[in-house]
């Protein structure tokens, strides 16, 4: 059964950049649409961005577009999350979630694995 570990979170200051790191075990990720999600203190968790499987199509929520950018590597069995020009309301806990189909949808959080999550805290 897929698992799925985030990693890269961690304290940054405003207009940095950082990559979060989404690694499977136990499954080829190449046949899942992967999503980054996050929630921030009190808010309720939100959708990044998402990669179809293979890689083909992405998506980005409004907030991150130009700044984020989401990719898959095959060899590592890793989707990475590239994340410039910081700033403090991309603070959150980070999660990946991946479902066994094609496409995906940046908002769409009915995803049957979800790894445990990372600490991203930007703040100056």
């Known amino acids: 059964q897929l698992q799925l570990v985030e990693s890269g979170g961690g304290l940054v200051r405003p207009g940095e950049s950082r990559r979060l790191f989404c690694e499977a075990t136990r499954a080829d990720l190449q046949y899942y649409a992967i999503n980054w999600f996050r929630q921030a203190p009190g808010k309720e968790r939100e959708g990044v961005s998402c990669?179809?499987?293979?890689?083909?199509?992405?998506q980005y929520v409004d907030s991150v577009k130009g700044r984020f950018t989401i990719s898959r590597d095959s060899a590592t069995n890793t989707v990475y999350l590239q994340m410039n020009s910081l700033k403090p309301e991309d603070t959150g806990v980070y999660y990946c979630?991946?479902?066994?189909?094609?496409?995906?949808?940046?908002?769409?959080?009915?995803?049957?694995?979800w790894g445990k999550g990372t600490l991203l805290t930007v703040s100056a």
């Open positions: 979630a991946a479902d066994f189909r094609v496409e995906c949808t940046v908002s769409d959080a009915h995803m049957t694995t």
């Open positions: 990669i179809s499987a293979r890689g083909g199509r992405t």
